[in-house]
């Protein structure tokens, strides 16, 4: 016999009820901390979500454009100028922050490696557009730099996602107090101010 999945319909304008496209966002997370991400089959995330496979489609262009919303939708913009400028994180990050970091660990965390360097690059690239950088306006040893700089943030935030480090986002702002975590900010500010 075949399996059927329930579909919810759409809700009313005026309604407190999260979005097809919310749901979606949602259940890819749900997902995510039970499974890893290669395991993860757009027919669970339907029955997850309880959309039929026009309503995916008809906000995602693809399963890879919805990984990729959710997690630009978890990262927040106003982290990277705070890395530079010496702000206190504190101020410089949503409310939901916490609930947003851990979403962020879990995607370092994906052992297949794929949602990894999904995550450096995009890490990259918010930290690039907040400065006013363009990747064709670095010479090589500076992109290397960025390059490296990144696939270590994402490391460690893997690390927490994998529960080998204490799970919040202050191991990460005590990281870049220590001398290491110093020199990746000054090195940061360096290639920023270079570019004014």
């Known amino acids: 016999m075949g399996r059927f999945v329930t579909v919810m319909g759409r809700p009313r304008k005026d309604s407190t009820e ?8 949602s259940a890819f997370w749900e997902l995510l ?8 089959k757009v027919s669970a995330l339907l029955r997850r979500s309880g959309v039929s496979p026009n309503t995916l489609y ?20 106003r982290l990277a100028s705070a890395m530079v400028s010496g702000e206190s994180w504190a101020s410089a990050l949503a409310p939901d ?5 851990r979403r962020v660990a879990l995607f370092a965390s994906d052992g297949s490696g794929i949602l990894p360097s999904i995550l450096k690059r995009s ?33 460690m935030l893997g690390r927490i996602g994998r529960g080998d480090l204490h799970a919040d986002q ?21 290639i920023s101010s270079s570019s004014e």
């Open 97 to 101: 922050a916490a609930a947003r970091f």
């Open 123 to 155: 890490l990259k690239e918010l930290w690039m557009k907040e400065m006013g950088l363009r990747q064709e306006s670095l010479d090589a040893l500076t992109a290397l730099e960025l390059d490296f700089m990144f696939a270590g943030v994402v490391e």
């Open 58 to 77: 008809r906000h995602f262009d693809g399963y890879d454009a919805l990984v990729e919303t959710a997690l630009n939708e978890a990262l927040d913009a």
């Open 170 to 190: 202050s191991v990460v702002q005590r990281f870049f107090e220590r001398p290491l975590g110093t020199g990746i900010l000054e090195t940061m500010r360096s």
């Open 33 to 40: 901390d039970e499974m890893p991400y290669p395991e993860i």
């Open 18 to 25: 999260p979005s097809a496209r919310e749901r979606i966002i």
